[in-house]
């Protein structure tokens, strides 16, 4: 990837999380009308089977995470709490092998986001992800609140020859 347009990446994403800072009473306002807007703190991440046994934790036991909704627009980062640092600080450098830990230990994308309450469904369009398969498509998830929780979980995929889903359990950050 070429530097330039890394930086390009990186100002979106520093753009996005300042605005949504900035404007407090914007997402508030939006809350009224948007069940899931605010944002949100990861509490588990499991890929299910469908009789909800889990087989896998690809962030760990324990992943961090936070996902913010302001009435158009989407961030996500998950990681695992145990990423080991590289042993230099530059951002650009690192060996091939802190690099692909890291990205395997990390998971990011932004972009708008529809909603369709009365399915309980919200596709998450994706204008960049860490995983660049992901950029530029529409990613759909059912949801579901209660209380201060929302469960997000993914259409079922296929995952060492079973089929899956991911569940990821948010909480509301106040």
């Not at 407090?24 to 948007?34: K, L, S």
């Not at 991440?45 to 936070?66: A, E, K, N, W």
Request: net charge positive; hydrophobic share 45%.
């Amino acid at each position: 990837m070429r530097i330039a347009e890394q930086g390009r990446r990186w100002r979106c994403l520093a753009l996005l999380l300042l605005g949504l800072a900035a404007a407090p009473g914007a997402v508030r306002a939006q809350a009224g009308r948007d069940p899931l807007a605010g944002t949100w703190r990861l509490a588990s991440f499991d890929i299910v089977t469908s009789d909800g046994q889990v087989v896998d934790r690809i962030l760990g036991p324990h992943p961090i995470g936070v996902i913010m909704y302001d009435g158009a627009r989407i961030c996500v980062q998950l990681t695992r709490p145990d990423r080991p640092a590289f042993a230099t600080n530059d951002i650009l450098a690192g060996t091939t092998d802190e690099k692909a830990r890291a990205y395997a230990s990390f998971i990011a994308y932004c972009g708008t986001y529809s909603l369709n309450e009365a399915e309980a469904v919200v596709v998450h369009h994706l204008e960049w992800s860490l995983f660049p398969n992901w950029t530029g498509t529409d990613q759909r998830r059912f949801f579901a609140i209660e209380g201060d929780r929302l469960t997000l979980t993914t259409p079922p995929f296929q995952r060492s020859g079973r089929s899956v889903t991911a569940k990821l359990v948010w909480e509301r950050m106040r």
